[in-house]
């Protein structure tokens, strides 16, 4: 998959929506601004674009704030976007870079990690403007790969919700590969791409399961299906 052109697209796509109306709600995160969006969006691909190069795991310096004036925010913007790819580039995937999830420390993590942080908030920019379109779905069930095998473990570690659970995550619109089964047991957590009963199971299209673990939509969404027990995909979802 080409994690360049993801970022590079729906980076700028994000951009413009964004821009256009800084003062717009975005409807997907209740009280955010398109302004808050932006400046968070402008702030992290700062941020990857100083920290992958360095060539070491040790967390970098702290990112500063993005620019308050609203002409230099969107330029700020624009400058890190193009910085970003052009650290990840120009840097060995393989090289030693520091990341927040204990997922292997290469900057190689940082291209699939912006590529689909990019997809959710390009969606979430699309919310305050009144026009949204899905995610194409072998993007967004890789991303719902990295949300599971690659972001949750790391985020679960701390937070096990029962001594022995599982879910079954299955998208009907990519096969093969489409499926994964979530389990946690006497503190332990571990998913497997695998077809198996769980406790309890969620499926549907690419795109609205995507959006649905990083809570964009609710569980109950119309393309959805959840089986089993419903309480516990609230431990899949990451939110913001």
């Known amino acids: 998959m080409d994690y360049f052109a993801i970022i590079e697209t729906e980076g700028a796509a994000l951009l413009r929506?964004?821009?256009?109306?800084?003062?717009?709600?975005?409807?997907?995160?209740?009280?955010?601004?398109?302004?808050?969006l932006l400046r968070h969006v402008a702030r992290l691909l700062h941020g990857v674009g100083v920290a992958v190069p360095r060539g070491t795991t040790d967390p970098p310096?702290?990112?500063?704030?993005?620019?308050?004036?609203?002409?230099?925010?969107?330029?700020f913007g624009w400058q890190a976007l193009t910085d970003v790819?052009?650290?990840?580039?120009?840097?060995?995937?393989?090289?030693?870079?520091w990341n927040h999830v204990g997922a292997p420390a290469v900057a190689g993590f940082?291209?699939?990690?912006?590529?689909?942080?990019?997809?959710?908030?390009?969606?979430d920019a699309d919310t305050a403007t009144g026009r949204t379109q899905l995610p194409a779905a072998a993007v967004a069930a890789d991303g719902v790969d990295e949300l599971l095998t690659v972001l949750l473990p790391g985020i679960a570690r701390a937070r096990v919700p029962r001594d022995a659970a599982s879910v079954h995550v299955h998208l009907t619109d990519t096969a093969p590969g489409g499926e994964w089964l979530v389990r946690w047991a006497d503190g332990a957590f571990e998913v497997h791409r695998e077809h198996a009963r769980g406790d309890a199971a969620l499926r549907g299209p690419a795109g609205p399961v995507l959006l649905a673990l990083w809570g964009r939509v609710p569980f109950d969404h119309p393309d959805l299906a959840v089986l089993g027990d419903h309480g516990l995909l609230a431990e899949l979802s990451t939110g913001l």
């Not at 109306?21 to 601004?33: I, K, M, Q, R, T």
């Not at 702290?62 to 969107?74: F, K, S």
């Not at 990840?88 to 870079?97: I, K, V």
Request: with cysteine.
């Open 110 to 123: 940082w291209s699939r990690r912006l590529a689909h942080e990019l997809v959710v908030h390009r969606w």
């Open 61 to 75: 310096p702290r990112n500063p704030p993005a620019p308050t004036e609203d002409a230099q925010l969107i330029s």
């Open 85 to 97: 790819l052009a650290a990840l580039r120009d840097t060995d995937p393989d090289l030693p870079a």
């Open 17 to 36: 929506s964004t821009s256009t109306n800084l003062d717009a709600e975005v409807p997907s995160c209740p009280g955010w601004s398109s302004r808050r």
